[in-house]
């Protein structure tokens, strides 16, 4: 079995309607290794190739084929918002996701928020973005990638 991470936490939305019930999952990971490094990780087709799967495209507009995981590719992937190395908001798999890279030190924290999500959705959801963070710090380790096959498990703990 796949060591696991420390989860993510679920959170109500900021910016949820009147009377709405978003929430929002919010994970941090933390890095020794220089925010260029880890930036290039999640943003260099060939990097990403080596641990989330095959990217094609361009200007914005990409597909990723995951090696493995939760959803059969391919995954069509829009960025919004990029200032690197430390911003980047993309739309993936329905969805908004923020990334914020800060270097402090020697150490590189990466803030994932995933949100607008029903708190049904979190169980379902949330082990999808903790198996892809784990996978990310497997390689910037140079461990073996996890397997999606050991996450589905976790959905519980994500109410």
Known sequence: MTEVS???EVRPEHDRTSGGDQVLLHYLRSFRQPVLDVWSACTSPSQ???WLGGVTGGNGNLTIDPIDGPIPGPIAVRVDHCVAPHEL???IDGSI???QFT???VVTNVELIRRHLCPTEAGIIGPRWQYLLDRLTAYLEYRPLPVWADYPELSSEYH
Do not use: A, N, P, Y
């Open 6 to 8: 420390m989860l993510g």
């Open 48 to 50: 990403l190739g080596r």
């Open 89 to 91: 908001v993309i739309h």
């Open 97 to 99: 996701l923020e990334l």
């Open 103 to 105: 270097q402090i030190g």
